[in-house]
């Protein structure tokens, strides 16, 4: 093993950032995230590649952009022939294991990791009936209005149970037991090296959460902080989106418990983190291991009256991430430089001593964490691009590129105005710089970096033929009904309403 480290993923699904302590939350919803960033590196301007789950997930894998890809809904697939962190590190010696959720959406399900545990709570293909969610069917994202006209999603919340908390029980215990073999394996004189990834459901929506969590929320969390726009203080896509969330008539009460479900929902999952960190050094395995906390994407809760992701706003575009690698990365420290989760498989690569992907367009972040720059530098990006051949992509087609550089956030929406945001002077993104004069030559120039190797338009017609060709693939799927090799099975009476 010599000075490889272990490492340890801790990959989440929907956290907004800004629910948790390390990044200014004051309810103690993540104690044991609280305690890793105590113990590392927490970076303040990370991002997802695009704010949807499969293709900021496969993005992640492959270093590279949804558009280069071809990912970019759902239902998009990765192809298998595309190197992964996971085939890196492999190649490097590794045993690299995936817990739970992948969101992986075709035939392969290791996309190069060597082990596949638990595996996703839906079926590995389209056309296939979904995971069962009893009567939080819909409840699970923007998936239209109940009886009452309000989204599902707020309509069914509060307290109770979802069956996505039930197979992060089952990830927890396989990452848990998993690390005590590899432990015993490392006392017994194996030092092979080990990557392991614990992917969560969790805090993704159903907002339903356990009676204990629940209560402890209940009451304490506040309204949202951030307003509405008024009417044309935004660009037309994000008006349409908040519209066909049907989010709108929601009131006070629906809100309140929604945000009292979510925050129990974070503090779930971070128990189950700090139980996984415990088996980590109950394991032995805690003194040369390299952990990371990140999630897809984050979540609105309600701010600026919208809920779930899909936009560029920071609640939505923006992740946490957390580095801690005793001895080797300072702790205690905080970096601004503007990064992506796309770097993490070429940090995990760097630790390792692995081969790097030839086509990742992924930077190491472990000079950045051991030398924190006090500035906002760096650039990335993240992309948006629906289609209608799934629900749930929207009722519309958007194309939809964002770019960070440095303090400046510039958003291009095909057929709509652009957004531009100071984020060091406004870091709410209340004062929209789109149509300022003096700053026309700084929006003309980060418009060309988004748009150089970015085409709308022949994004658009290969979105489009892709459509056509998923349609045979769902009917397919809903004919033969082809079996899945990694999904745990949710039963209806996994999921309840109190």
Same mark, same amino acid.
């Given at each position: 093993?010599?000075?490889?480290?272990?490492?340890?993923?801790?990959?989440?699904?929907?956290?907004?950032? #800004?629910?948790?302590?390390?990044?200014?939350?004051?309810?103690?919803?993540?104690?044991?995230?609280?305690?890793?960033?105590?113990?590392?590196?927490?970076?303040?301007?990370?991002?997802?590649?695009?704010?949807?789950?499969?293709? #900021?997930?496969?993005?992640?894998?492959?270093?590279?952009?949804?558009?280069?890809?071809?990912?970019?809904?759902?239902?998009?697939?990765?192809?298998?022939?595309?190197?992964?962190?996971?085939? #890196?590190?492999?190649?490097?010696?590794?045993?690299?294991?995936?817990?739970?959720?992948?969101?992986?959406?075709?035939?392969?399900?290791?996309?190069?990791?060597?082990?596949?545990?638990?595996?996703?709570?839906?079926?590995?293909?389209?056309?296939?009936?979904?995971?069962?969610?009893?009567?939080?069917?819909?409840?699970?994202?923007?998936?239209?209005?109940?009886?009452?006209?309000?989204?599902?999603?707020?309509?069914?919340?509060?307290?109770?149970?979802?069956?996505?908390?039930?197979?992060?029980?089952?990830?927890?215990?396989?990452?848990?037991?998993?690390?005590?073999?590899?432990?015993?394996?490392?006392?017994?004189?194996?030092?092979?090296?080990?990557?392991?990834?614990?992917?969560?459901?969790?805090?993704?929506?159903?907002?339903?959460?356990?009676?204990?969590?629940?209560?402890?929320?209940?009451?304490?969390?506040?309204?949202?902080?951030?307003?509405?726009?008024?009417?044309? $203080?935004?660009?037309?896509?994000?008006?349409?989106?908040?519209?066909?969330?049907?989010?709108?008539?929601?009131?006070?009460?629906?809100?309140?418990?929604?945000?009292?479900?979510?925050?129990?929902?974070?503090?779930?999952?971070?128990?189950?983190?700090?139980?996984?960190?415990?088996?980590?050094?109950?394991?032995?395995?805690?003194?040369?291991?390299?952990?990371?906390?990140?999630?897809?994407?984050?979540?609105?809760?309600?701010?600026?009256?919208?809920?779930?992701?899909?936009?560029?706003?920071?609640?939505?575009?923006?992740?946490?991430?957390?580095?801690?690698?005793?001895?080797?990365?300072?702790?205690?420290?905080?970096?601004?430089?503007?990064?992506?989760?796309?770097?993490?498989? $070429?940090?995990?690569?760097?630790?390792?001593?692995?081969?790097?992907?030839?086509?990742?367009?992924?930077?190491?972040?472990?000079?950045?964490?051991?030398?924190?720059?006090?500035?906002?530098?760096?650039?990335?990006?993240?992309?948006?691009?629906?289609?209608?051949?799934?629900?749930?992509?929207?009722?519309?087609?958007?194309?939809?590129?964002?770019?960070?550089?440095?303090?400046?956030?510039?958003?291009?929406?095909?057929?709509?105005?652009?957004?531009?945001?100071?984020?060091?002077?406004?870091?709410?993104?209340?004062?929209?710089?789109?149509?300022?004069?003096?700053?026309?030559?700084?929006?003309?120039?980060?418009? $060309?970096?988004?748009?150089?190797?970015?085409?709308?338009?022949?994004?658009?017609?290969?979105?489009?033929?892709?459509?056509?060709?998923?349609?045979?693939?769902?009917?397919?799927?809903?004919?033969?009904?082809?079996?899945?090799?990694?999904?745990?099975?949710?039963?209806?009476?996994?999921?309840?309403?109190?």
């Amino acid at each position: 093993m010599g000075d490889r480290p272990d490492i340890l993923f801790l990959f989440s699904d929907q956290h907004a950032r #800004s629910v948790s302590g390390a990044y200014g939350d004051p309810l103690g919803a993540t104690p044991h995230l609280d305690a890793l960033a105590a113990q590392g590196v927490t970076f303040d301007n990370a991002y997802c590649p695009s704010p949807i789950c499969t293709p #900021s997930r496969m993005s992640l894998l492959t270093g590279r952009w949804p558009h280069e890809q071809s990912c970019w809904t759902l239902d998009d697939m990765l192809a298998s022939d595309l190197p992964t962190y996971a085939h #890196s590190l492999g190649a490097a010696g590794y045993r690299t294991i995936s817990v739970g959720r992948m969101h992986s959406i075709g035939p392969d399900q290791l996309h190069g990791f060597s082990e596949r545990l638990v595996g996703d709570c839906g079926p590995n293909w389209m056309g296939v009936a979904r995971q069962r969610l009893g009567p939080l069917v819909g409840a699970q994202g923007p998936s239209g209005p109940g009886p009452d006209g309000l989204a599902r999603s707020l309509a069914l919340s509060g307290r109770g149970q979802s069956g996505y908390e039930v197979v992060d029980d089952a990830t927890t215990q396989a990452a848990c037991d998993r690390l005590a073999e590899l432990g015993r394996a490392r006392q017994g004189g194996d030092d092979t090296p080990f990557c392991m990834v614990a992917g969560f459901i969790l805090p993704h929506c159903p907002f339903v959460a356990r009676a204990g969590d629940y209560d402890r929320f209940e009451g304490r969390v506040p309204a949202p902080r951030l307003p509405k726009p008024a009417p044309g $203080a935004e660009p037309e896509w994000v008006t349409q989106w908040r519209a066909e969330g049907c989010t709108e008539a929601a009131d006070a009460k629906a809100v309140e418990r929604a945000r009292a479900a979510y925050w129990a929902l974070v503090h779930a999952m971070d128990v189950k983190i700090g139980k996984i960190l415990d088996a980590l050094r109950g394991a032995g395995l805690g003194e040369n291991t390299l952990i990371i906390y990140a999630s897809d994407h984050g979540e609105h809760a309600g701010e600026r009256g919208l809920w779930w992701k899909n936009t560029m706003y920071e609640e939505s575009a923006g992740v946490p991430l957390i580095l801690s690698w005793p001895g080797h990365l300072p702790e205690g420290s905080r970096c601004r430089s503007v990064c992506n989760l796309v770097d993490l498989g $070429a940090t995990m690569i760097s630790a390792a001593g692995a081969p790097a992907l030839p086509r990742s367009r992924g930077r190491d972040l472990l000079p950045r964490a051991r030398a924190p720059d006090a500035g906002v530098t760096g650039e990335t990006f993240s992309e948006y691009v629906t289609d209608l051949s799934s629900p749930w992509t929207g009722k519309e087609t958007k194309c939809i590129r964002m770019i960070r550089s440095g303090r400046w956030k510039y958003v291009h929406a095909e057929g709509d105005r652009p957004m531009l945001f100071d984020l060091v002077a406004d870091p709410d993104e209340i004062d929209d710089l789109w149509d300022r004069p003096e700053h026309a030559g700084l929006r003309d120039e980060l418009k $060309a970096r988004l748009l150089a190797g970015w085409n709308p338009a022949a994004i658009r017609a290969e979105v489009d033929a892709r459509c056509a060709e998923k349609e045979i693939l769902r009917e397919w799927g809903r004919r033969t009904r082809p079996p899945s090799t990694a999904q745990f099975l949710i039963e209806d009476s996994d999921n309840w309403l109190d």
